[in-house]
C-alpha cells in the first residue's frame, strides 16, 4: 500500500473549480499524495500553520484573503510551498506580483486536465530540486567552502597548512605541531592564519571535522563512536559536544533528518 509523504493544498472559494481540482488530481494521484482543499484564505492558512504543505494550488481572487495573500503568508510557514496560481482573469499586474512571490506556474479558468496535470508535475519536480539543495546546504559549511575555494590565494605556509589539515583529520592536529611542519613560528603562524583564511587555526580545524563528519552520516554507516574516531577525537561525548554546538542538533538526529528527507524524495520517484 503506497503511504502518501507529500501534501497538495488546493484553495478556491468556488465550489464547482475546487472540487474539480481535487478528484482530478485525486485519480492522478492513486494515493501517492494527501489532497487537502480549503474554500477560502484563512482555512488556508490555518492548514499552512498547522502541518507541511508541499504544493499549493490557489485561486488569486477570494473574499477576505486573496490568494496572493495566502502565498506571501505561506513564506512565513517553517516549510515553503511551491505555488501554483489559478485566476478567471488575465490580469498582467497580478501575474506579475505572483512571479514576484516565485509561484511556479500561472493557470487561467477554465483550466484543461491535462494542463492542470503538466502544471502539477513540473511544480513537484522543483519542489523536489529544492528539498535536494535544501539538503546539501545542511550538509555544506558554507564558510569553509568560501575559505577552501579562495585557498589558491593564500600563501604557500597557509596552503601547506590548510592541505596537513584535510590529510591528517584523524590525527591530532596541534598549532604547534602543524607550525613545525612548515617550519614557521606558532604565533607568526596563528596570526597568519587567520589574516588570511578569517578563521583562527583550532576553529578552521573543528570546522573540517564537523564537514567530514557530515558527510560519514550521510554516506555511510558507521557508528557515531566510529565517525569521531575518524574525525580525530577520542571520545563520542566531547565530538558530539562540539557537534551540537556548530549544528544545533546531535549528529544522530542530523543522520534521522536528513534519511528522512531523502526517503522522501526517493518516494516521488
Do not use: C
Amino acid at each position: 500500500m503506497i503511504s502518501p509523504s507529500k501534501t497538495i493544498l488546493i484553495v478556491d472559494d468556488e465550489p464547482l473549480t475546487r472540487e474539480g481540482i481535487r478528484k482530478t488530481l485525486e485519480a492522478w494521484s492513486i494515493g501517492r499524495y494527501h489532497i487537502l482543499s480549503s474554500s477560502n484564505g484563512t482555512e488556508a492558512l490555518e492548514v499552512l500553520n498547522t502541518r507541511p504543505v508541499h504544493l499549493l494550488i490557489t485561486d488569486i481572487r477570494m473574499p477576505e484573503i486573496s490568494g496572493l495573500q495566502v502565498v506571501e503568508d505561506s513564506r512565513s510557514t517553517g516549510h515553503k510551498p511551491v505555488v501554483i496560481v489559478i485566476s478567471g482573469h488575465p490580469d498582467f499586474q497580478y501575474a506579475q506580483t505572483a512571479i514576484q512571490l516565485g509561484v511556479v506556474n500561472y493557470l487561467l479558468k477554465p483550466i484543461k486536465k491535462s494542463k492542470l496535470l503538466e502544471a502539477v508535475e513540473q511544480a513537484l519536480q522543483i519542489e523536489e530540486e529544492r528539498g535536494r539543495v535544501e539538503t546539501m546546504e545542511k550538509m555544506v559549511d558554507s564558510r569553509l567552502m568560501q575559505a577552501k575555494t579562495v585557498s589558491m590565494n593564500y600563501s604557500p605556509p597557509v596552503r601547506q597548512a590548510v592541505l596537513y589539515v584535510e590529510e591528517h583529520l584523524q590525527e591530532p592536529l596541534g598549532m604547534s605541531e602543524v607550525a613545525g611542519h612548515i617550519h614557521l613560528n606558532p604565533s607568526y603562524f596563528s596570526a597568519l592564519f587567520k589574516e588570511q583564511t578569517g578563521f583562527t587555526f583550532s576553529e578552521y580545524v573543528t570546522r573540517s571535522r564537523i564537514q567530514k563528519a557530515k558527510e560519514l552520516l550521510l554516506q555511510t554507516r558507521l557508528t557515531i563512536a566510529d565517525i569521531s574516531e575518524q574525525i580525530g577525537y577520542q571520545t563520542s561525548k566531547y565530538f558530539i559536544k562540539l557537534f551540537k554546538d556548530y549544528e544545533g542538533i546531535s549528529p544522530n538526529q542530523y543522520r534521522k533528518q536528513a534519511n528522512e528527507n531523502e526517503e522522501e524524495l526517493e518516494t516521488q520517484k
